[in-house]
């Protein structure tokens, strides 16, 4: 991705670059990480071992339009998984990003700390007890990083839960842009960047988390089409954004639905598009799949792909050939000395954060919670470790700790994504031995598929 520079203030953002319509190239990938970030080196070092740890939990991808490079931004992004969701604006761009928070959040011991460091505004709700005249003071922060041409991430549903679909939006993102653009005379040009997060299965270890980067709008032509008419400007901003965002997760009608969707997508052959658009292209294909037997085949996919969800597998990997022994062997074999490493670096703290996070308040905090602890934990105890046996043996014992800590950070989820696959090909070898395992199940699954390729 190309260098990305601040902008004066005032200063209009220039159009980012068009993805080429349809096809496997509409999705290229955007992920920014790849340079240094912009911005104090707290908050470099926040950010980036967040986006270590985060991309330990799960595997990462991030698709979509080019961010703008200049001028200020607002991205805006469906929430379901806590803090967890904040890694997808910060790895979209380089440029220095000021997320909005519940003031809550700033009081923690941990958190609050991260979140000072990386300049978080804090929001006040009255669902939260609080006195909501404090956001003046929120939103005069947020005029000026506006008129300075900064980035601000907002998560406009307000809080995290899982949902099926896109929940109502509150108009906050709006009222503070039409602040902004008052505050400045009329000067800014802001622009919108819708955000749309899908978790293949939000609380497992190593499952996709994919986020696709929508086309960024300006909204000063919404503003001025509304005239001096504030609310009418407000609604506009919100009906546009809200259009936008639903584009880029599924929305699906009920629980029921989200489901069949999920499972259809897993058994019908998967292209290189995000998760989420392949799960919004398997609810359409749902919709249109009325005919004779539609309800005994969502029963048969909702089955299936419960089974193959639980196994880890796809319909792509249950119709590949059988692998060999040795091909399922050989792999782990040659892994297992960085497997121990990472069992010993990492294996207390997953299992302390994972039993802390049994006892999370909601359902959205459970990743949260095993990332604050791995944040913490893993650090920790190589550095406690390190001193230990400095001290019970000699310094050249801890300092040669230390760096095998450091080499089970670089490989962890390296040598954990190739024995992962290693078993799951072992479980495909395993169905494949079973009595009538491999030919009911590949018979099932050809079925629902010639079903869904068969429509016009």
Known sequence: MADQSATQPGEAA??????????????????????PAIGSWTYRLMIRWGWLLMRTHFRIEIRGESFPTSGPVVISQNHSNGLG??????????????????????????VGYVLRNINAIPMYRKKDGVDTRQNASSFEAIDKALLEGAVIAIFPEGESLNSHRLRPLKSGMARMLVSAYEASDSTIKPIIVPVGVTYEDRDRFRSLASAVIGEPFEVVPIIERAGSEFRVAIRAIMKESRARMEKL???????????????????????SAPIGMRQMEALEALRQDSGEGAERRREAIERLGSSLQRARLSGDEILAPTPSFLGVALPLLALSPLLLLSLTVWGLPILVSERASLRAPTP???????????????????VVTAAVLALAVNPLAGGAWLLA????????????DLAAAAIVRWRRRVIARSSGGT??????????????????
Request: charged share 25%; no cysteine; glycine share 2%.
């Open 14 to 35: 220039p159009a980012p670059d068009k993805a080429a319509p349809g096809g496997a190239d509409s999705w290229p990938s955007r992920d920014a990480f790849d340079s």
């Open 85 to 110: 969701d904040a890694h997808f604006p910060m790895s979209s761009t380089r440029r220095p990003l000021r997320v909005l928070v519940k003031y809550s959040l700033l009081k923690m011991p941990l």
């Open 249 to 271: 997760t599924i929305q699906a009608d009920s629980e029921e639905e989200w489901r069949a969707a999920v499972a259809l997508e897993r058994i019908l052959p998967r292209s």
């Open 364 to 382: 959205d905090k459970l990743v949260t919670v095993r990332l604050l602890g791995n944040f913490v934990l893993v650090p920790a105890l190589a």
């Open 405 to 416: 800590a450091l080499l089970s950070v670089a490989t962890f989820t390296w040598s954990y």
């Open 439 to 456: 030919e009911s199940i590949q018979e099932a699954l050809r079925s629902i598929r010639e079903a869904f390729a068969a429509r016009p």
